[in-house]
């Protein structure tokens, strides 16, 4: 009987040892796709649309993949634990990175033997030590600051004298500056309503009344908008701009109305300009043309978007106070040839058994062309605009000239309806704002700037489903500019948030400009406090 267990602990052993050992191969093998996939996109640039999601969808399959590994090797350790003749599995793991050096570090020393373990002899001298560090998190603390204002009578006329009250953002003092900030950032930068902090907090000791935190976001909004105020008037003052918009649910009596959300965004590193990058958002309950018109009322320079044509009339000649040029965009113009050209799709919709998507040589070599384009362009990438523009006109200019040379023969061939014909009707009407690349070296060929700031709605709506109302709307432009802005400045905006809401009561009007993310300096008391 004991040796039928002993056998049968191996064999469980041997087992659990090569599925912790297959576990390990495939989370190696996950993880070596997922570096080529970035190096390759790092050095050659998107290959497909899809590239991201893609590599998103790689690192999700790692993930998965090295937890597994991990769960296995475990399995494994206590399976072998049981067996006399089998040989443990202890997988390779990819080196760590060493913890950042301005992290306090805690010494704990375990008491040394007092006594030596093979003699018993207590001469013992120290012979060096061995060193594991473990990265620990302290759990948030909350506290209560109780600011006192000592009240004074005169003995001559009893006058009563008291210290002036503090400045807070909320009424009565009840919100740190702290608490505020990450009441702000929480819902508007990690997309968490504010019934879900609630609950955490809660959960935390420390029950605050939805009513409560709402009335905390309107107040720092109010106190913010100053700030706001400056950050709008640097991005009209742009040379160029990227534009787009995206849906926003918001709720109406019985039903979900759909919003539209702007943003507007100052760039100038691919041109080598000096600006800070900066990114303005509006709101909208609709999607007329009057709202970009609105925002736009007091610019003029360069304009690149898609061809909406609520942005027909700011491109007016006559247009006050100047004129708006008009950029296309090459990635919209490339998506409707790319889905009929996509070989990768295709073979992995053929290798999963679907009906193949029906593929055109025209658009494989549209595609093509247009990809010729984007190489030459991140060669020049960061350069100044009259450089950009020489190195357009000599080695862009011919592959142009060439593509509509090309897209005008084809297009005689296919019929009015033709999905192909309509996107290189797309191109070829506004073939003025397509080359405007040529001539104007600080003009981009895509308008990424725009959709890069608009991701974090897209990943909000599936977090708080909807707006609760206009006003809303309004309060969640406001501080996505703040937080877009910071982010794009390399700015943590928790912090940020937190000091401009501490300091800008005292802070002198005339120099408002020193909160703004790209001129902030953080206090010495705030460095102190991260580095304790």
């Known amino acids: 009987m004991q040796a039928m267990t002993a056998e049968r602990d191996a064999g469980a052993a041997e087992l659990a040892v090569a599925q912790a050992k297959a ?50 090797e475990l399995a494994a350790e206590i399976a072998v634990a049981k067996a006399t003749t089998v040989v443990g599995f202890s997988r390779k793991r990819p080196e ?15 008491n040394p033997p007092a006594a030596c373990e093979c003699c018993g002899g207590k001469r013992l001298r120290k012979l060096g030590e061995d060193v594991t560090k473990t990265l620990e998190v302290i759990p948030r603390q909350w506290k209560v600051i109780e600011t006192v204002r000592e ?15 503090p400045f807070h953002v909320i009424s009565r003092g009840w919100s740190g500056a702290n608490l505020l900030a990450m009441i702000l950032f929480e819902k508007f930068g990690q997309h968490q309503p504010l019934n879900r902090q609630a609950e955490r907090y809660a959960l935390e000791g420390v029950p605050i009344s939805l009513s409560t935190m709402a009335d905390a976001v309107g107040s720092g909004c109010a106190v913010l908008d100053p700030v706001l105020r400056l950050l709008e008037a640097h991005v009209m003052a742009a040379e160029r701009l990227h534009g787009d918009d995206t849906t926003v649910p918001v709720l109406a009596k019985g039903k979900t109305d759909t919003g539209r959300c702007w943003v507007y965004v100052r760039d100038d590193k691919p041109f080598g300009g000096p600006s800070p990058p900066a990114a303005m958002f509006y709101y909208s309950r609709d999607r007329k043309g009057e709202h970009p018109q609105i925002h736009l009322a007091k610019y003029a320079g360069l304009f690149q978007a898609d061809a909406f044509d609520g942005y027909r009339k700011l491109y007016l000649p006559d247009r006050s106070p100047g004129p708006i040029l008009e950029a296309g965009c090459w990635v919209h113009a490339r998506r409707p040839f790319f889905a009929m050209a996509d070989l ?23 595609v093509r062309r247009i990809d010729a384009l984007f190489g030459i362009e991140r060669t020049i990438n960061g350069k100044s605009a009259k450089e950009r523009c020489a190195v357009r006109r000599d080695l862009s200019k011919p592959l142009v000239d060439a593509l509509q040379v090309y897209m005008q023969d084809q297009r005689a061939k296919l019929s009015r309806g033709h999905d192909l014909a309509k996107a290189i009707d797309y191109i070829l009407k506004r073939w003025a704002a397509f080359t405007l690349f040529l001539d104007d070296g600080r003009v981009c060929l895509s308008n990424n700037a725009a959709e890069r700031a608009l991701r974090g709605i897209a990943l909000g709506r599936k977090s708080w489903m909807f707006c ?5 709307g309004h309060r969640a432009a406001a501080m996505y500019s703040l937080i877009v802005t910071a982010k794009m400045n390399d700015i943590d905006p928790l912090a940020w948030l937190a000091d401009v809401l501490a300091r800008i009561a005292a802070h002198p009007a005339h120099r408002l400009d020193d909160l ?17």
């Open 344 to 366: 990768e799709e295709n073979a992995r919709r053929q290798a999963a058994g679907k009906k193949a998507i029906m593929l055109s040589p025209i658009a494989i070599e549209i």
């Open 96 to 110: 760590r990175n060493t913890f950042p050096e301005h992290l306090p570090r805690e010494r704990v020393v375990i």
């Open 23 to 72: 576990s390990a191969d495939l989370a190696m093998i996950a993880h070596q796709k997922l570096r080529i996939a970035r190096l390759e996109r790092q050095l050659y640039g998107p290959r497909s649309e899809r590239s991201s999601q893609l590599i998103d969808q790689m690192a999700l399959q790692f993930e998965e993949a090295q937890a597994s590994a991990t769960e296995d």
């Open 468 to 472: 609760g109302s206009d006003r809303g």
């Open 516 to 532: 703004l993310p790209w001129n902030w300096t953080p206090k010495a008391s705030m460095i102190d406090a991260a580095a304790a």
């Open 151 to 165: 009240k004074f009578t005169c003995q001559d006329c009893e006058k009563v004298s008291q210290a002036p009250a």
